[in-house]
């Protein structure tokens, strides 16, 4: 009689501990889909950006916006050099720091960086974490 309650017992427990690690074994593969999961998700994300940079790299091939926003960009550079650009030069950077807002150069950068497919040098500006 005893041997029969114990065996009884006994698979019971026996029951109940292979319920519990079946469980835990598919808590565990749901943990690790959800893990594997995010890093699909970052990968993706992230060869996404490349795609986009690279494409829009491809797209202005024939283009003469990339020329034009560096002739802008370097055009204040040569004309401080230029004895008879150097006051215009100087009075437009004077009369940009004081009366430009901040959003105006963030912007100008933003701009220049997308023309020249560079976007990543402008991306951490934001201040956001991923």
């Not at 427990?13 to 690690?21: E, I, S, Y």
């Not at 690279?54 to 055009?75: M, P």
């Not at 220049?112 to 974490?129: D, L, N, Y």
């Amino acid at each position: 009689m005893w041997g029969t309650i114990v065996s009884s017992v006994s698979s019971i427990a026996t029951g109940v501990l292979k319920n519990r690690q079946i469980k835990a074994e598919a808590k565990a593969r749901v943990q690790v889909a959800r893990v594997e999961a995010e890093i699909s998700q970052i990968e993706n994300a992230a060869k996404a950006v490349t795609d986009y940079d690279i494409q829009a790299l491809k797209e202005t091939r024939y283009s003469w916006k990339d020329e034009v926003a560096l002739v802008v960009v370097i055009s204040p550079f040569i004309g401080s050099f230029l004895p008879w650009t150097q006051e215009y030069v100087a009075l437009g950077w004077q009369h940009l720091t004081a009366h430009a807002p901040d959003w105006y150069g963030w912007i100008f950068c933003g701009a220049i960086a997308g023309s020249m497919g560079i976007r990543w040098a402008v991306t951490g500006w934001s201040g956001k974490k991923k």
